[in-house]
């Protein structure tokens, strides 16, 4: 049987125009990832709980000759994601692209963790997660193509200590992906995950501050076997693959970006 295969040298852009939504994108991996899809042609759509942040960054988008809106949204709340999908369509048109990166880490010891902390932890990262999909779904089944990428952790693939609330939302969207994948693969939807590593970002220097990091930074480069500390863009560029026309045979798939810290 014949088919056509993509062009061996893709042009970063889209052949038509996409619109595209990122979580928590008004700092850290986020902001990249919205910096970059903006830079390939996509209509950016930036949602952040820190209003002043998601303009920032739209503006900076904007300003760098992209596409880009700001938006307020709170990932755990369902209500909240709907308006802003809904601001998205009327705006920017129907959204084709979601990475959910909005996140929030935790340190505790198991058996100090409050029951409202763990529900904080599970409603951000994984609810989270699920609000967003199901909010913007829809859109991609009437387009029949969609790029899914979820922002789980490799705290989900390891464990860490003080973080048994953080690594089970995590490893919770891990799960997550592998079965939305499956089911949304027959509509022309891809949904992979990215589980980053050791990334500089402000939560990993707050980490670092409270001191969770052991002798900070510096210590966690040298066991890193590319012997530097990830940067947002590093989890970006990944981002941007999977969400292009060529990446249509990638789905259900954890693709580590963590310069080998685990294999």
């Known amino acids: 049987m014949n088919r056509q ?19 928590g994108g008004g700092s850290g991996i986020g902001l990249a990832i919205a910096r970059r899809l903006a830079a390939e042609g996509a209509a950016v759509a930036v949602l952040d709980r820190d209003a002043a942040a998601a303009k920032a960054a739209a503006d900076g988008i904007t300003a760098a000759g992209g596409h880009a809106l ?15 999908v ?3 369509r009327e705006r920017l048109g129907r959204p084709t ?25 599970l409603a951000v990262n994984l609810t989270g ?14 387009q029949k193509w969609g790029r899914i990428v ?22 919770g969207v891990v799960g997550f992906t592998k079965a939305l994948a499956l089911e949304l693969g027959p ?3 891809t949904v992979n995950t990215i589980p980053p590593g050791f990334v500089d970002t402000p939560m990993l ?47 259900g798939q954890v693709i580590a970006v963590n310069g080998g810290r685990t294999t």
């Open 205 to 251: 220097r707050r980490s670092e501050t409270r001191g969770f990091l052991g002798k900070g930074v510096g210590q966690h480069e040298s066991t890193t076997p590319v012997r530097r500390v990830g940067l947002p863009e590093d989890i970006a560029a990944a981002c941007a693959y999977l969400v292009r026309e060529e990446a249509g045979y990638i789905t």
């Open 70 to 84: 700001g938006l307020t949204a709170d990932v755990a709340e369902r209500a909240s994601i709907d308006d802003a």
């Open 129 to 142: 997660t699920f609000h967003c999909c199901q909010a913007v779904v829809p859109d991609m089944v009437e």
């Open 97 to 121: 692209i979601l990475v959910t990166s909005a996140g929030l880490d935790g340190f505790d010891r198991f058996l100090t963790i409050a029951p409202s902390t763990w529900d904080r932890i």
């Open 187 to 189: 509509e022309g939807i």
């Open 5 to 23: 295969l993509p062009p061996t040298a893709p042009s970063p852009a889209w052949s038509q125009s996409r619109t595209a939504i990122v979580t």
């Open 150 to 171: 979820t922002i789980s952790s490799s705290s989900a693939q390891t464990g860490n200590p003080l973080m048994t609330h953080y690594s089970a939302a995590k490893a």
């Open 86 to 88: 809904a601001q998205v």
